[in-house]
Nanobody, 120 residues
Framework: QVQLVESGGGSVEAGGSLTLSCEYSLIMLPSDVTGWYREAPGKQRELVATITTDGTKTYSPTVRGRFTISRSDESHKDILDLRMNRMKPEDSAVYFC????????????WGQGIRVTVSA
């Protein structure tokens, strides 16, 4: 069973920082993409940032310059991090880790979600 385990959420004041981590045990293929999405109350889930197997990164315009996505290998497990700096109240949401293939629709996995709250 594929599992994506998120950690690092919580509460922070505006201007502060948090780092989210997602641990998974999947072999990344060239066609795979990992990333972070978020879902605020009453809003649709939106892309935050993604990183491809070759390291190409994509960011939502709302977080570019403040958030950094990265991936590392530790003890046969991959860790996907999202470093969030200069946070704003509008960054408050449930954040989801995602692992998907760009060519195989069934190869699409989500974490359970982790809450981030930014107070003004």
């Amino acid at each position: 069973q594929v599992q994506l385990v998120e950690s690092g959420g919580g509460s922070v004041e505006a201007g502060g920082s948090l780092t989210l981590s997602c641990e998974y045990s999947l072999i990344m293929l060239p066609s795979d993409v990992t990333g972070w999405y978020r879902e605020a109350p009453g809003k649709q889930r939106e892309l935050v940032a993604t990183i491809t197997t070759d390291g190409t990164k994509t960011y939502s315009p709302t977080v570019r310059g403040r958030f950094t996505i990265s991936r590392s290998d530790e003890s046969h497990k991959d860790i996907l991090d999202l470093r969030m700096n200069r946070m704003k109240p509008e960054d408050s949401a449930v954040y989801f880790c995602n692992f998907r293939s760009t060519i195989l629709e069934s190869r699409n996995y989500w974490g359970q979600g982790i809450r981030v709250t930014v107070s003004a």
